[in-house]
Every structure is written in C-alpha cells, then in structure tokens.
C-alpha cells in the first residue's frame, strides 16, 4: 500500500480554523486548531491510512459510533476523495483485501445524506448544499439499500463531525467520473507484474469464443471476427457465432439492416439441437436487395425449417418503468418511509417491482418450452438489444440447463450474455447522469434470487454470492460494470492493461519483455472478501445428484421434435402467430390472421403449468416436458420481497426474518449489514 494524502476540502478547514497536514511516511499527522495539537485520542490511527488505495487521499475523519446494529461498534469514519468508509477500534484492512464489503461506500454509491442534530432536526444534503447545523449523527443511505449510520462522540469533537459531514457533500459534489472510473489498482495482485488468469473467461479473444462453442456443442456455427476492430459495431464484442455457413461478407451485409448494427446471432445452443439467438429491430427504414434479404433469414432460420420471433419487450415493463419502480422501492424500504405499517404491504405493491419480477419470469419460462420442446431457432429481437434480450436469455438458460446453475456458469453466463454483450452498465446504474437510467441487471438477479427461492436443491450459488454481485455493481474497482460497451472497455484495457491486448486505435503493442499489470474483474472476489466469507458463496443446500454435468445427450433427443417445413411465427402476448415471411422488407402482408394460442395463462402454479394441453398443431405431435427444465410459479404469493437485500436499512426487521441458526452467527462479517 501507498502512503495517502490527508487535505482538506474548499473551505472545510477554515470554518473553524483548522489545518490539515499531507501524511509523511513517518506516519499521519494529527488536526490541529489554531496551531495547537488535538488531543491524541483524536488523532488518525497510522493503520488506517495504509489501508488506502494508490491516488486515493484522505480529506476528513471523525471518531464515532456506528449505530443500528447490536452490538454498537466504535471507530472512525473518514471521507476520502473515492469512498466513504468507516473503521472500527481494532480492525485493521487486509492489504490484499484492500475494500471492505461493509464498510465502504463507494461516492458514487451514496444515494441520500442525511444529519441529524437531537430528536427532530434532520436535513437533507444534497452535493453542494451547506450544512446548517453540528450534526450528532450522520446517516448514508446506499443506492444498494446498505445503511451506514454513524453518531459522533461528544467532548468536544464538533469541528470534526462538522468537517467530516461537509468534506462528504463536497467530495460528492466534485467527485470526477474520468478520475473515478479510469480503472484503479486495488491490491498487491492488481499491482502484480505478468500475466494472470481470469478466474472466469472474459471472451475478449477469439479462442475464448471458440472453447465456448465446443463446450455447447454448437457445431453449425463458427466464430466470426468481422467485428475485431469494432467496425460493425462497437456495443458488440470483437467475436461472435454466426451459422457456419455464411460467409462474412454476407454477415456485414445482414447486420446493416438491424438497428445500431446488431443482427441475429447465437446466445446459446440448446444440447437437444435448438438455438437461441438474439438480435436488434429490424431497420425498416433499409432497403435490402435480394440477396441481403436471403442473408438475413438465413441467419434467422440458423439451419432449422422452424422458426419463432420472439416480440422481447412485449408485455414487460419499459426501462422508464423498470426505474421509477426501483425509486419507489428503495425509498419505501428506508427506516423513515412515510408508509404506515399496516400499509407497508400495499404500498409494496404499489411500487409495481414484483409485478416486473412476476413477468420476467413468465416470459422466460415461456421461452423456455420454446427452446426445449423441439428443435427449433428461437430469436429474441429488442430493438437495442442490449437490455432485455440479455435478461431473458440468461433466464431462459437457467431453467434450461443445469451448467448454468453452478457458480462457475453462472458467473460465465453473465460475462457472456450482459458484459460481452453489451448491456450499458454506467448508463443504466445511473452513474453518467444520463435519462436512460433503468437498472435491468439488478431486476435480473432479483429474479435468479426467486428461482434461487424455489428451487434451492438446484443452484450450487448462495444468496450471499447475488448479493455480492448486486453490490458489486456499485463498486468503481473493474472494468466490469464500469462502462457501456466492449469498445469502451477494451480501449480502457488497452491503455492500463487487460487480460489481453485489446485493438484500438492508437493503442501500441509494449515492447518485448516487458510485462504489464493485470486489469482485474469484478470476478476477482478475492478483492474484497476474505477466503471465509467467499466459502459462503456456495449453498449448502446445492444437490449435485439433481443436477447431472451432461444431463442431456448432444445427440438429438427422442423427445424433441423437428417442426414442419419452412414454418414461421411469431410468439407475442403468450400466442403463436404464424408468419408469411421471417422479414418485414416484402410487399406481403407478414401476419396471417389465424391466431394459435400457447401456454395458456389459467395455469395456476408451475406444476399445472406442466400438465396443461399446449394447443400445438396436431401435426407437431406430442412433446413432454424435457428433465432438468424449471417452470417457476409466478402468481400471488410465489413472488417474493428479497429482504436481505432490500430492508439492509432496517436491521431490526433484518434481525426479526432470521432463523435462529442464522442468526447465531451474526458475528461474520458478511452478515452484520443484513
């Protein structure tokens, strides 16, 4: 570790005529009011300024007590120019863990400030506003529903508390996105020189793409490298899997009439012969000549006479929705919600969250019968593309397949089907500022958290590994979550060192011989969990013995059932519409006006749901429902609050939920913010 830098903020200091003085290495030195030493007990610890990250600079600290859990713990909390953290009396931070899963609140992570002087003087601090009062207790509300409330001692310490409260609003206020997110070396093994292995395959080169494939058994596609220097696209990754037999010429040509460039191509290939694929809107406003059209269904149909369109966005919320959804989550989740108690449950509804969790798991067990009755190619078209198709085909994938539900798939899954793929992390977790933000990822594991609830035999991932993963979307440390597209992380990569070298214009290749420091991912645990609470990642409750590796031969199973020639349709409001044609270029009238209704909506659970006569044309013939496959129930009470999650601000209720096992061990560190 560095030695930090300790300055004060604009005008911090001087308010009450203090000075604070840069950290030698010879240790932090202490505040000093009018030339004359603090007493010591209000002196930084020298521990305590190790712990910082390289650039990272302390600008305020007060000694207090974090309060709302049991028992109280005494310590410091400081301010500095990238997280606020709080350090209990005694507890030193690990080199090699250097951020704390629990006491660190990253700047940009702090959704609401508050001070609070007495019973009933509270105000709100908004980045830039002064500060009214000397406030005895501070509370930082998460954008991650974490707490962090913190009552300073008396005696004499009201300049800190004051300083320390104004140094938070003001490093809010200036907090730089560039500076913040520009990829920060967070442990010994970030500041390693030579190459490291991710723990997981991040997909940035085209023998990542290609194990892939062979390890899906997809062997009618090929991995295309048209779009290694971003020319296609630059929200796609440099590698993808097209049909074997397009060339790509006839790809550049196909992936020109779909919206931002993003045309039909695999997500995943079902062992018993059926393929997902995922694309963007037709661009309507094109006009394709003959040949581009026949590129274009020819990579639809992917080898298979049976085809569905899948309408993605229809009948889920919009990203508008999605977003003001979460706001009225997180502020009906906060100790002081306005919402009455006996109308807690009401106004829960209200907030329409679990609706949107209710009809993303319709969908995608819908989708799911798509793909596994019978061989078939299954395209989920969203006009981005790059918000809901990801959601749905990582959800399909977990009821689908077994593989997908160990720790090691799982993690797989999203590198390929969110981070690859490029699902806009900044914009949509509302770190750019920018309108579009929605955050569809945290729906996601919102939903993986209510399969995880049913069917707990059948997930080898703990609760406490999603709720790592939900914070970590908040943490400013890896490229992972921190930018909106492959081309931006990969020139980001580029410049301070990724995996692999990564093209982008500009950028050099170093010299022979020289080695270069590795850019972690936020698949790196080891970051910021020790190896005790990275043992709790995996559910004790996991059956192997349901979840076979190979549960499905890669031949063609007898269950799955070829559908009839050059059959076309679209699936949208839970029916089967047949199609004159797969694209929307032709003179013809694309939609016969013949309905076939599928999987109807009176099913009461996802056991009846089973059972339920399709209304499949009879010349389909019978299809059961293959093994391995999960069909959650989505109706009233199978929906779920995930509480450990959204009610960390209220640890009382926390404490209340736990089983008495659980909270016997209330003394790990993972569990003490639950």
Same mark, same amino acid.
């Given at each position: 570790m560095v030695a930090a830098e300790v300055i004060p903020g604009p005008r911090i200091g001087e308010a009450w005529g203090l000075t604070l003085h840069p950290l030698q290495h010879s240790g932090p030195k202490c505040v000093q009011r009018t030339g004359m030493l603090e007493p010591r007990s209000q002196q930084l610890d020298g521990h305590v300024a190790s712990g910082c990250l390289p650039g990272e600079q302390i600008l305020a600290w007060a000694p207090?007590?974090?309060?709302?859990?049991?028992?109280? *713990?005494?310590? !410091?909390?400081?301010?500095?120019?990238?997280?606020?953290?709080? $350090?209990?009396?005694?507890?030193? #931070?690990?080199?090699?863990?250097?951020?704390?899963?629990?006491y660190d609140f990253a700047l940009v992570n702090i959704g609401r400030l508050e001070a609070v002087s007495g019973l009933s003087r509270v105000q709100l601090l908004r980045p830039g506003s002064p500060l009214k009062f000397i406030p005895e207790e501070i509370l930082i509300h998460g954008r991650d529903f974490r707490l962090l409330r913190v009552a300073f001692e008396a005696g004499g310490l009201e300049p800190q508390a004051f300083q320390v409260t104004m140094a938070i609003v003001q490093a809010r206020a200036q907090n730089s996105q560039v500076q913040q997110y520009a990829g920060i070396p967070l442990s010994k093994a970030g500041q390693n020189t030579g190459s490291r292995k991710p723990p997981?395959? *991040?997909?940035? !080169?085209?023998?990542?793409?290609?194990?892939?494939?062979?390890? $899906?058994?997809?062997?009618?596609? #090929?991995?295309?490298?048209i779009n290694e220097r971003f020319d296609i696209a630059t929200s796609l990754p440099r590698y993808f899997w097209v049909p074997k037999r397009t060339l790509d010429s006839e790809v550049r040509r196909a992936f020109g009439h779909f919206h931002q460039g993003r045309g039909p191509r695999l997500s995943w290939h079902h062992p018993g012969g059926s393929d997902l694929l995922r694309c963007g809107g037709f661009y309507t406003a094109s006009d394709p000549n003959k040949e581009d059209i026949r590129a274009v269904e020819s990579m639809l149909q992917a080898g298979h006479s049976d085809v569905v369109l899948v309408d993605t966005v229809d009948e889920l919320p919009s990203l508008a929705d999605v977003q003001l959804a979460h706001l009225r989550l997180r502020a009906l989740c906060l100790p002081d919600s306005p919402a009455a108690e006996e109308k807690w449950l009401s106004a829960l509804e209200g907030t329409r969250w679990l609706d949107y969790v209710r009809s993303c798991l319709r969908k995608a067990s819908d989708i799911s019968v798509l793909v596994t009755s019978r061989v078939r190619s299954v395209v989920l078209q969203e006009r981005g593309d790059r918000d809901f198709n990801g959601l749905l085909s990582s959800l399909v994938q977990l009821l689908s397949v077994p593989e997908a539900r160990t720790l090691l798939g799982f993690q797989s899954l999203v590198q390929r089907e969110w981070v690859a793929a490029g699902h806009p992390f900044l914009t949509?977790?509302?770190?750019?500022?920018?309108?579009?933000?929605a955050p569809v990822f945290l729906l996601f594991l919102d939903c993986v958290w209510q399969l995880l609830q049913q069917f707990p035999a059948e997930f080898e991932f703990s609760e406490f590994f999603l709720l790592a993963l939900h914070d970590s979307a908040?943490?400013?440390?890896?490229?992972?979550?921190?930018?909106?597209?492959?081309?931006?992380?990969?020139?980001?990569?580029?410049?301070?060192?990724?995996?692999?070298?990564?093209?982008?214009?500009?950028?050099?290749?170093p010299p022979a011989g020289n080695s270069v420091n590795s850019q972690l991912s936020v698949w790196d645990w080891d970051l910021r969990y020790n190896s005790e609470q990275i043992l709790q990642f995996h559910n004790p409750g996991y059956d192997p013995e349901h979840c076979p590796d190979s549960w499905l031969p890669r031949q063609q199973p007898s269950f799955m059932v070829p559908?009839?020639?050059?059959?076309?349709?679209?699936?949208?409001?839970?029916?089967?519409?047949?199609?004159?044609?797969?694209?929307?270029?032709?003179?013809?009238?694309?939609?016969l006006a013949v309905s076939s209704r599928w999987l109807p909506r009176a099913a009461i659970s996802s056991e009846s749901l089973a059972d339920q006569e399709w209304g499949l044309p009879s010349h389909w013939g019978a299809c059961?429902?293959?093994p391995g496959l999960l069909l959650p129930g989505y109706l009233g009470p199978q929906i779920r609050l995930w509480r450990r999650c959204y009610l960390r601000g209220r640890p009382e209720v926390q404490a209340s939920q736990l089983p008495q096992s659980l909270a016997s061990r209330m003394s790990y560190p993972i569990f003490r913010s639950f």
């Open positions: 207090g007590v974090r309060k709302g859990l049991e028992p109280e *713990l005494p310590g !410091t909390l400081i301010c500095t120019n990238l997280r606020v953290t709080f $350090q209990p009396c005694g507890w030193q #931070r690990s080199q090699e863990t250097p951020l704390s899963s629990e997981v395959p *991040l997909l940035e !080169t085209s023998e990542d793409w290609e194990a892939e494939r062979k390890k $899906q058994g997809a062997r009618g596609w #090929r991995v295309s490298t949509r977790l509302g770190v750019t500022g920018a309108s579009e933000e908040r943490v400013p440390d890896t490229l992972t979550f921190l930018r909106d597209t492959p081309w931006e992380r990969g020139k980001q990569g580029g410049q301070f060192n990724s995996y692999t070298q990564i093209y982008n214009p500009g950028y050099c290749q559908g009839p020639p050059s059959s076309v349709w679209l699936f949208s409001r839970g029916a089967l519409t047949p199609l004159n044609q797969l694209c929307p270029w032709r003179d013809n009238p694309s939609l059961p429902l293959p």
